[in-house]
């Protein structure tokens, strides 16, 4: 007899699938909303970031994160390769000399955020040169993807694999271990592209997860996330702590899971 799968771990269904886009517009505009705010944000010391789109989004489709990290007084930068179209030799070489271009430049570890396909490459890199990443804070990624049926965007993914010199092998990070460097997961238990128990990280000293209430594709604009990157960033180097939201915004941060 089949057991009732768990919650999260398979595709999202229709509802959320199709309103995916629809509550990503609604995610921007409460980021505009609450846009007076900013002020209140957690600020830090204004050390490096570098920000790797999702599967084919740009340094365009991550402008709203840019411009609040920018805000802050953070140097925020792109990945500067064009569409995210997967691991092609563009992308993995480019992302590789980015990484060692701004460590170089700033003569310290640089800050990596990933908007789900650009979290996996995050992690990857961090894993990679670890001296040269400060911490990785994901959104809405799918870092344990164990199937390709967890998620919707895998024909778009396989569209260009021709193009691809790194094989995507499942499960994602398999008897990895945790990232020798702090890493945070933001998900959303709404999500409607890929099955939200996929991007949660394991449990380790210095890894969390971080639930909000967003769209897939909302998630690199919505202020609960974007509340939370700041509060990441906002740590010493060296003092590493996990999040904890403020009382007047504790609402906006469900229970995380475990994937115990």
């Known amino acids: 007899m089949t057991g009732t799968p768990q919650r999260g771990t398979a595709a999202p269904g229709d509802l959320l699938y199709f309103t995916d886009p ?5 995610d921007c505009a409460l980021l505009a909303y609450t846009a007076p705010l900013l002020a209140a944000f957690p600020r830090g010391d204004h050390h490096p970031v570098l920000v790797l789109p999702r599967l084919n989004g740009s340094d365009t489709s991550t402008a709203a994160l840019h411009t609040v990290l920018r805000a802050l007084g953070y140097r925020t930068h792109g990945w500067r390769l064009g569409r995210n179209i997967g691991p092609t030799s563009k992308a993995v070489h480019g992302m590789r000399a980015r990484l ?8 310290q570890p640089v800050t990596l955020i990933g908007w789900s396909l650009g979290g996996i490459y995050a992690r990857q890199l961090a894993r990679r040169t670890p001296q040269a990443v400060r911490q990785v804070i994901t959104l809405g990624s799918p870092i344990r993807l164990a199937r390709h049926d967890q998620s919707h965007a895998n024909h778009l993914f396989h569209r260009h694999s021709h193009l691809h010199i790194e094989p995507l092998d499942l499960p994602l990070e398999r008897d990895a271990g945790p990232l020798p460097v702090p890493a945070t997961s933001i998900y959303t238990p709404l999500d409607g592209i890929v099955a939200w128990r996929t991007c949660l990280d394991e449990p380790a000293p210095r890894t969390e997860n ?6 897939h594709l909302g998630i690199a604009s919505h202020p609960a996330a974007l509340w939370a990157v700041a509060d990441r960033l906002a740590q010493p180097a060296d003092r590493w702590t996990p999040f904890q939201p403020p009382s ?5 941060y469900p229970a995380p899971e475990s994937r115990s």
Do not use: C, E, K, P
């Open 22 to 26: 629809a509550r990503a517009a609604i």
């Open 100 to 107: 060692d271009y701004l460590t170089n430049r700033y003569q």
């Open 210 to 215: 971080i639930a909000v209430l967003s769209s």
């Open 248 to 252: 007047l915004l504790r609402m906006a």
